[in-house]
């Protein structure tokens, strides 16, 4: 069976700690880090923006898994990319009628391709763009906060994603995920788990990041 990738949100994390925070969860077992950039326009929150990307590429080696939750989101491939970004995610909502043309502006940067659906957005509109992304990332609470409850009608999705993917791609899902929700994703297809309020409101990182797979 291949492995679980779990990508922990630093959303949850302490800023003020950030690096350290970092070493932590590379320590605990944590595959990926994952970083939500949130504009304020997209998302009714803001967050974390490029120079903090570059800060953080600087004190790690973990794959930079960033998640752009803002519009127009072609402008900002190329920073994010130049920041050390080794996913760029970003929304089909935000790019809906240019979205083949924004994955091939990442993949031209030489990063992997991330294409990610809110909870209200049918899957089977994204199958089109399959076949050029490596990885799906399905949100499983609407996107802007940390620390939401699951919404299980959204996990239905992991399979008709799977059914029309390549073999080899990272199905992703994103909010309140925990060491139940995690199993019901696995069992339906998903290969990667984002975390965050769940992984750093425990004291021991390592038997959470366990707990999920
Ligand atoms: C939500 C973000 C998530 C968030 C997950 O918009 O995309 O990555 O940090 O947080 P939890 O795991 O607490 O639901
Ligand atoms: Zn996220």
Request: one cysteine or more; glycine letters at 8%.
């Amino acid at each position: 069976m291949k492995k679980i990738i779990i990508s922990p949100s630093i959303l949850s994390a302490d800023f003020a700690n950030l690096a350290q925070e970092i070493d932590f969860i590379g320590k605990a077992g944590a595959d990926w880090v994952h970083i939500d950039v949130m504009d304020g326009h997209f998302v009714p929150n803001i967050t974390i923006g490029v120079p903090v990307v570059k800060s953080i590429r600087k004190v790690t080696d973990l794959v930079l898994d960033t998640h752009l939750m803002i519009e127009n989101p072609e402008d900002y491939i190329e920073p994010f990319a130049e920041a050390g970004s080794d996913i760029l995610t970003i929304h089909y909502e935000a790019c809906a009628d240019r979205v083949g043309d924004v994955i091939q502006k990442i993949k031209e940067k030489g990063v992997k391709a991330g294409l990610s659906i809110k909870p209200k957005t049918d899957a089977r509109e994204i199958i089109p763009y399959l076949g050029n992304v490596d990885l799906v990332l399905i949100m499983t609470v609407e996107p802007g906060f940390g620390g939401q409850e699951f919404i299980h009608d959204c996990a239905l999705k992991i399979p008709v994603i799977k059914e029309n993917s390549p073999e080899d791609m990272i199905i992703q899902v994103d909010g309140g995920i925990n060491n139940l929700t995690s199993k019901i994703c696995i069992s339906l297809g998903a290969n990667s788990l984002v975390a965050g309020s769940y992984i750093f409101g425990q004291k021991d990182y390592r038997q959470a990041i366990e707990s999920l797979r």
